[in-house]
């Protein structure tokens, strides 16, 4: 009994922390650098489906299936996901901020039509299985491989966390929460504003791409449905609910919307009879989006908010400015 | 063949056309990108349907079928119904959530965000009431007319073409010979000068509301009268929608129009010449060639970005 409950916690965490893996990426593209993306789900498929591509065994019904080991799935996923950004980015970033909103959300319905009607690289509505898991040598014993599992997203999401931490504090990182400020000083000071989105919508999108593949390799199996907007709007719950900005919030806001998520799933599955559970799961979602426009009104900071001050030679001055400290959203200037 | 892609595309383009106008409205007037805007779309369905169900039921008589239409008078009372619904639901979200954001001066993309949240509300609270299950408002099967040139089309499809060109024309008469058109559009332009020169900014901004959703109920009701009625109808529909009112030019209203006659057409060519499951793209590849070659749209001023 509690070997099964410890399998399922380590199931549970290792699918929250891929989530946090999306989340991260989501927040270099708006929490620190104010980019709006509503096609999360896209770049996450377009991870996922470029891994197995690359990782699964060679199929005669269909392209691909290239055998290769799984590292080499994730880098292929980073690669092509931040490819993709990069392109929506170049497309959109002159343009009005809400441009590239639409332009993602675009993205996100082309990928979901090609996933589903290129049946001869997609797999078609049925998707792909036998992605490679890794730790197959533990399949035997279920908690082992959970756990195993479970130790190596972790490893991905610290490594992640502390890689973005040091960047968001480089003069890198200052740049971006400088542009999103105030693009027009940052501009005057010599800075390319539009290189830096386009180069921070890249780096989000390749991450969001790894969170796909770690995602895929750990079911081992992907089909269009797991890629539709739904996924796109569990993400930006868990962004706003932890603290956009903030990278511990990401991964804080991750966990604790999908143990929200799961909770309220299980309590709706006992309390509606059968017949009605496909409805009750469309209330579940309803619920998120009053949520996120309840956390928008009233506490748009989140439960963890923004560090305002992330270069280490301004340590001393946060409760000196009290303008540094105010309680407003990430903002970028009207374009 | 051609010329039966012609036909639907332009009955296609009429309900795209409808929604575009009103995305094109509160994006120029409100400035931002309103992602609930394809949930007035099915929120006004689902009104006009239960509407006529009632009508319908209340008096026989009602829905008896007038002329060589499908439905009859209990749709028209109904559509007016409905019209008068989303309105009111548009205002009620808009003095719940966009309202208050407004006044608290929030940046254009919360208030997208926002619009995001409310739609995510709005479609899955309608799946929850409705189920996801098709509905009809009738079951009858309409004969096809033959018109010249070996076009098939139904009196219904007709008469969306013809509703959707005509609202068309007289909003944009609405806009530029009415005081309040002209208030409107001057809100547009600057809505600080508009607001020091007198215009009451707080009625425009409920008057462009009450459009946006009305316009989008009529679009929801042809939607549903010519194919289904789903909770999905909208979310389908919001892309062709943001790409018609890109093409057109954003604050154009025969822009908007015309631009989702395009949008149609090329969804109803790609049926023909690439497949139906490619139709969804289409919007996507219009997009892109907008954002590519013309970002201002066909009839947009090149706006200070």
């Known amino acids: 009994m509690i070997l099964d409950l410890a399998a399922y916690l380590a199931f549970f965490l290792t699918v929250a922390l891929s989530y946090a893996v999306i989340t991260l990426g989501l927040n270099v593209q708006w929490g620190q650098t104010g980019l709006f993306n509503v096609g999360v789900a896209g770049f996450v498929a377009v991870g996922a489906y470029a891994s197995a591509l690359l990782t699964t065994p060679d199929a005669p019904d269909r392209f691909g299936g290239f055998g290769l080991p799984i590292i080499v799935g994730w880098a292929g996923a980073m690669l092509a996901a931040g490819l993709v950004s990069l392109a929506v980015g170049a497309l959109t970033m002159r343009l009005r901020s809400d441009y590239l909103a639409i332009a993602t959300f675009g993205v996100a319905v082309v990928v979901q039509l090609c996933a589903l009607n290129l049946q001869t690289v997609t797999g078609g509505p049925f998707g792909i299985g036998f992605i490679p898991r890794p730790f197959t040598s533990f399949a035997g014993d279920p908690l082992l491989f959970s756990l195993a599992n479970l130790a190596l997203l972790a490893l991905v999401v610290l490594a992640l966390y502390l890689f973005l931490e040091r960047l968001l504090s480089s003069p890198w990182g200052r740049v971006l929460r400088a542009i999103r400020e105030d693009e027009a000083a940052a501009t005057a000071l010599g800075k390319p504003a539009l290189r830096f989105r386009l180069q921070a919508f890249a780096l989000g999108g390749a991450i969001m791409g790894l969170a796909g593949a ?34 511990r919030g990401a991964i804080l806001g991750a966990v604790v919307v999908w143990a929200l998520w799961a909770l309220s799933g299980s309590v709706i599955g006992s309390v509606f009879p059968a017949g009605w559970q496909a409805r009750a799961a469309a209330l579940q979602i309803a619920l998120i989006g009053v949520g996120l426009c309840a956390i928008l ?30 309680n407003t959203p990430p903002e970028i200037p009207h374009a | 063949m051609i010329a039966q892609a012609l036909l639907d595309g332009l009955v296609n383009g009429a309900v795209i056309g409808l929604g575009a106008v009103g995305v094109t409205l509160t ?17 006004g369905a689902y009104f006009a349907f239960l509407l006529n169900l009632a009508l319908g039921s209340a008096l026989l008589s009602l829905g008896a079928p007038i002329g060589p239409f499908s439905f009859g008078w209990s749709l028209p009372i109904a559509l007016v119904g409905a019209v008068l619904l989303s309105a009111t639901l548009a205002l009620l979200v808009d003095w719940l959530l966009f309202g208050p954001l407004r006044r608290k001066g929030s940046a254009v993309i919360i208030l997208v965000m926002a619009s ?19 509905l009809y408002f009738t079951n009858a099967l309409q004969i096809a007319m033959r018109l010249p040139g070996g076009i098939r089309a139904t009196p219904d499809q007709l008469l969306a073409i013809g509703i959707g060109l005509g609202l068309a024309v007289a909003l944009h008469l609405f806009l530029t010979r009415t005081p309040t058109g002209r ?44 194919v289904q009625i789903r909770p999905q109808m909208g979310l389908d529909l919001l892309l062709p929608l943001f790409a018609a009112a890109i093409l057109g030019g954003i604050g154009s209203v025969p822009g908007a129009m015309i631009a989702g006659l395009i949008v149609g057409l090329g969804e109803a060519f790609a049926v023909r010449l690439v497949g139906a499951e490619w139709r969804a793209g289409v919007a996507f590849v219009v997009l892109v060639a907008v954002l590519l070659l013309r970002p201002q749209g066909l009839f947009g001023a090149r706006r200070a970005a």
Request: aromatic letters at 10%.
């Open chain 1, 214 to 247: 770690a995602q895929a390799h750990f079911i081992g199996f992907i089909a269009p449905d797991n890629y539709l907007p739904t996924l796109t709007f569990q993400v930006w719950a868990m962004l706003i609910v932890g603290g956009s900005g903030n990278n």
């Open chain 1, 297 to 326: 009104l009233w506490r748009p900071r989140g439960i963890l908010g923004e560090r305002r001050i992330v270069s280490r030679h301004l340590v001393t001055a946060p409760k000196a400015n009290p303008s540094l400290v105010n």
């Open chain 2, 27 to 43: 994006y120029s007037i409100l400035r931002f990108a309103n992602f609930a805007h394809g949930e007035l779309v099915s929120w």
């Open chain 2, 116 to 134: 995001f949240g409310a739609a995510l509300a709005l479609r899955n609270l309608l799946e929850f009431l409705f189920s996801s299950a098709p």
């Open chain 2, 183 to 226: 208030a409107m559009r001057a809100v547009a332009e600057n809505p600080q000068l508009a607001g020091v020169a007198g215009i009451d900014v707080r009625r425009i901004v409920r008057t462009v509301w009450v459009l946006g959703a009305g316009l989008a109920a009529v679009a929801g009701t042809f939607s549903g009268l010519l």
